[in-house]
């Protein structure tokens, strides 16, 4: 099922839309400020508790409305809490829908300290308007988390779900239930990038006493860019800067009719990668 049909699901422009759009939740978090396209209204700010010993409330994503569209952006990591809770990566029983499986405990524990009151926000929103669910690396496990809550628990029973550079969510229990149910997904990923293959798929006993298993959620949908570097292979300006060649007069007019809205693209080149000489002897 992972190919089957993505020609008919993906859609480069809100592919495109979606990249910018994490980007800005990157940038709500970094400068406590966003941009979004001019038909676009904030309707709210996403925060959670990020971190494990010690969380703190941090800004997450947002959720944007439009005349036709809802859009709940989640960000990637972006601070040290993030990245504790990123590798708590033990398993726990998914909170919002019965018997479907075990997800992450790092990313499940900052999607449900903000649960409750993501969806009262989003049960006051007329459910004839498209919902586009959007998230970046930390973010995508996010997204997907949301996704099925989303479906399952309130009138969106079809919402899209656009991920860039994700790691793994949960279970196979879970990505199964999460198929079935979640139709319009698409999980976008650099063949180059190393935030995807993470968690790894087992981690088999002794780790814990029954092992540890992740898989992805589908539809996949693979790009290809290679930058000589970690950071820049998974960087969601580099991410939104392929997907722009795909369609390049959406992008040229989104980013020219929104200043500030798309993501600089400018560090999208390969990196050198040469070693800086010890000057010490000079």
């Known amino acids: 099922m992972d190919t089957l049909g993505v020609e008919h699901i993906f859609n480069s422009e809100d592919a495109i839309l979606l990249a910018a759009m994490c980007h800005q939740a990157n940038l709500l978090f970094e400068q406590e400020e966003l941009v979004l396209p001019k038909d676009f209204k904030l309707r709210y700010i996403v925060r959670a508790l990020a971190g494990v010993e010690d969380p703190v409330v941090e800004a997450f994503g ?3 409305e439009s005349r036709n569209e809802i859009v709940i952006a989640f960000r990637g990591t972006d601070s040290f809490r993030d990245n504790e809770s990123d590798q708590d990566l033990y398993q726990v ?3 919002f829908v019965r018997n479907v499986g075990k997800t992450h405990r790092g990313f499940t524990c900052i999607y449900q300290s903000t649960r409750d009151m993501l969806i009262r926000k989003l049960i006051k929103i007329s459910t004839t308007k498209r919902l586009l669910i959007a998230g970046y690396s930390l973010g995508g496990p996010l997204a997907v988390l949301a996704a099925l809550d989303v479906a399952v628990n309130t009138g969106f029973k079809n ?3 656009y991920t860039y550079g994700s790691p793994r969510t949960g279970d196979p229990d879970f990505v199964s239930r999460f198929n079935q149910i979640v139709k319009n997904s698409i999980r976008i990923f650099n063949v180059h990038d ?6 790894a798929q087992a981690y088999p006993p002794p780790f814990t006493e029954e092992g540890l298993y992740y898989r992805h959620v589908s539809i996949k949908y693979p790009i290809s860019f290679q930058l000589n570097s970690l950071a820049r292979n998974h960087y969601i300006s580099c991410y939104f800067n392929n997907l722009s060649h795909i369609n390049p007069d959406f992008s040229k007019a989104l980013c020219y009719e929104n200043p500030g809205f798309c993501p600089d693209t400018e ?3 390969p990196f ?3 070693c800086s000489e010890n000057s010490s002897d000079k």
């Open 62 to 64: 947002f959720v944007a």
């Open 93 to 95: 029983p998914y909170p």
């Open 159 to 161: 919402p899209i779900v």
């Open 194 to 199: 190393i935030i995807p293959t993470l968690p």
């Open 267 to 269: 560090l999208c080149v």
């Open 272 to 274: 050198k990668g040469i």
